[in-house]
């Protein structure tokens, strides 16, 4: 199964796909989500969010500025302030 996953900013929807994991910058330290994740909210500090298509690729980088992560039975959304 796969993570479904969201990148937004206030001016668009960066992201919606499905993926294997993200490892998203947050402010107590990174953190990397798969399908089935318990489900928690997070505040994201300035870094790269890195998405890993499948299982081995090497992930795809994007920079974001602050915001919010929130894994749910839906999946992973992160709300940046400012994303890529």
Excluded: C
């Amino acid at each position: 199964m796969a993570l479904h996953f969201e990148l937004v900013t206030p001016e668009k929807l960066v992201r919606s796909e499905e993926v294997w994991q993200v490892v998203v910058p947050g402010t107590d330290g990174d953190f990397g989500v798969l399908e089935g994740h318990a489900p928690f909210m997070s505040t994201v500090r300035d870094g790269t969010i890195q998405i890993f298509a499948s299982a081995g690729a090497s992930p795809e980088s994007i920079p974001v500025q602050g915001g919010f992560a929130e894994v749910n039975e839906k999946g992973l959304t992160v709300l940046a302030e400012k994303a890529g």
